[in-house]
């Protein structure tokens, strides 16, 4: 079975610097997908960036990139200029290339931003 | 709005009551996925629509959960005998059929047993 794991419960940076998140995950498979949810206070998760497994390019939406490391199984999410709107929890989450779509996901990473 | 609305937002019920939670994804989505989520952890997948067949069940399911959308449309989850255990966030998504395609999440229901 899959598994992914964020090892930082809790993540501070001062506004308008940069901060990366970790995400590890666990597979057998060779092709799948990888994602960032923001989870913010009282409101609905959104997806910040996706990645396929296939892809060599990390993935980057505006000031959110990742750093793929596929041989490590190793996903982190780099926020650039933080802004504190950024202040949620972040998720990562992994999901199978052939499954049904459902995904599987770490237990968070609640992100501060400082002014 | 045309996101994914649940209801309710929060419900509070006593222990061995029954509870009843409303999804309605975007319209023209024909998968839908609920999961649920506790403090502290990230959302766990229950269970699987893809329009109104339920294809797949999580081991977190127990017999005293079941779900339904009729008609492909709205989805309800409910939770029969509830127990303190049950407290939890319990979210809905939904998506189109392709695999490249991201899951939309509702803003959630909180279940509180008492």
């Known amino acids: 079975a899959q598994t992914v794991t964020q090892s930082q419960p809790e993540m501070s940076v001062q506004e308008a610097e940069t901060v990366t998140l970790s995400c590890t995950y666990d597979?057998?498979?060779?092709?799948?997908?990888l994602f960032w949810y923001k989870q913010p206070p009282s409101r609905q998760m959104i997806l910040v960036i996706r990645q396929e497994a296939y892809k060599q390019q990390n993935a980057t939406e505006n000031r959110f990139s990742v750093n793929f490391q596929k041989a490590a199984k190793s996903f982190s999410l780099k926020i650039s200029d933080s802004q504190l709107g950024d202040a949620a929890m972040y998720f990562c989450a992994y999901r199978s290339w052939g499954s049904q779509g459902n995904l599987i996901f770490g237990k968070g990473t609640k992100l501060s931003v400082k002014p | 709005d045309t996101g994914v609305s649940q209801d309710p937002r929060h419900k509070i019920t006593k222990r061995g009551q029954n509870v009843t939670f409303r999804c309605d994804p975007i319209s023209e989505h024909n998968r839908l996925y609920w999961y649920r989520q506790t403090l502290g952890q990230g959302p766990e997948f229950l269970t699987y629509?893809?329009?109104?067949?339920?294809?797949?069940k999580s081991r977190l399911l127990s017999d005293r959960f079941s779900a339904e959308r009729p008609k492909g449309s709205f989805s309800t989850l409910e939770i029969q005998r509830t127990e303190q255990g049950d407290s939890a966030m319990y979210l809905c998504a939904s998506s189109l059929e392709q695999l490249n395609t991201e899951a939309f999440f509702g803003q959630g229901t909180r279940l509180t047993v008492v």
């Open positions: 629509f893809q329009n109104e067949a339920q294809l797949e």
């Open positions: 597979t057998s498979e060779s092709d799948y997908y």
